[in-house]
């Protein structure tokens, strides 16, 4: 992973972004696996990533979010993390 230089923001706020974004395209699994385990290792929690998904079905459709969903749940799985 290329870590970036910048500071206007930390790379817990840059993988929350990556996330949202990967999630409303929809069509991104792979990549949103590789970001939602990003997440996970900067400090996101379950919560917060499962709650960043959530808030894109408002604005890219609930199939996307649902996508997304699944992407976490496979993640927290290959991870042996709590599902609840």
Avoid: W
Avoid at 40 to 49: A, F, K, R, W
Avoid at 54 to 78: D, I
């Amino acid at each position: 992973m290329i870590y970036i230089s910048r500071t206007g923001l930390d790379l817990k706020s840059r993988e929350i972004a990556t996330v949202a974004a990967l999630t409303a395209l929809g069509n991104c699994q792979p990549q949103l696996k590789v970001h939602i385990n990003a997440a996970l290792n900067v400090g996101c929690t379950e919560d917060e990533i499962k709650e960043v998904v959530l808030q894109m079905s408002v604005y890219a459709g609930f199939p996307a979010a649902l996508n997304g969903m699944f992407a976490v749940k496979e993640v927290l799985m290959e991870r042996n993390m709590d599902l609840a």
